[in-house]
């Protein structure tokens, strides 16, 4: 079975300042996908990052950056310097190899204040 | 190029309705996915396609859901009499491959009255 939990449901930040968004997955396979889609007001699931087991570099776009690690099953999001665009429901979702479907976190709700 | 699109974007019906649900993936993309996301239950896997097969359905809730893709493409959801704990937003989504990450649509909002 592979479990997916995001602990903070709702998340306020003043804008300009820095967010991290945690991600704790549980699997019995040793290969596997972690993702993180952004969902915004619009309601669209928009891919943020893939992540396959393999690949424990951090990973850093622009103000994103992604904190893979396995010792501790976790997968955290960090925005730098928030913006009110980045206010979204954000999930974490994970995939097995050889089973297609994604498993999804319960989402954290970010609201950036402006 | 184009994204994943679905029809119609808002449903109103009435229980005991029967509903379809459209989804056009992404062109050249041979996987699709349907996913349904409600309050009570977050976001739930419902079925996938290879091609016009489906190796999993693992996700429909009961007999009343069924799907169908028809020349590797254009997929279509139904609900047969719909019960108003169908309500919720059904997403679809597309890969090019196996394995590959998987592209939303803008979703269905069904709403059962």
Avoid: M
Avoid at chain 1, 79 to 105: H, M, P, R, W
């Amino acid at each position: 079975a592979q479990k997916v939990t995001q602990a903070q449901t709702e998340i306020s930040v003043v804008e300009k300042e820095d967010v991290t968004l945690d991600c704790v997955y549980e699997t019995r396979d040793t290969t596997y996908y972690l993702f993180w889609y952004k969902q915004p007001p619009s309601g669209e699931l928009v891919f943020l990052i893939r992540r396959n087991s393999f690949d424990e570099q951090n990973e850093i776009s622009g103000r994103y950056s992604w904190n893979f690690q396995k010792s501790t099953s976790s997968f955290n999001f960090t925005i730098t310097a928030s913006q009110v665009v980045d206010s979204a429901v954000y999930f974490c979702a994970l995939s097995n190899f050889g089973n297609e479907k994604l498993t999804f976190g319960t989402g954290t709700r970010l609201t950036i204040i402006p | 190029g184009a994204g994943v699109s679905q029809s119609p974007s808002n449903k109103v019906t009435e229980k005991g309705k029967d509903v379809e649900l459209r989804c056009d993936p992404i062109s050249g993309h041979t996987a699709l996915y349907w996913y349904r996301q409600s309050l009570g239950q977050g976001l739930e896997f419902l079925i996938y396609f290879q091609g016009n097969s489906a190796p999993d359905k693992s996700g429909l809730p009961s007999d009343r859901f069924s799907a169908e893709r028809t020349g590797g493409s254009v997929s279509t959801l139904t609900i047969q009499r719909t019960q108003q704990e169908d309500s919720a937003v059904y997403l679809c989504a597309s890969t090019r491959g196996s394995q590959e990450t998987q592209y939303f649509g803008p979703g269905t909002r069904l709403l059962v009255l």
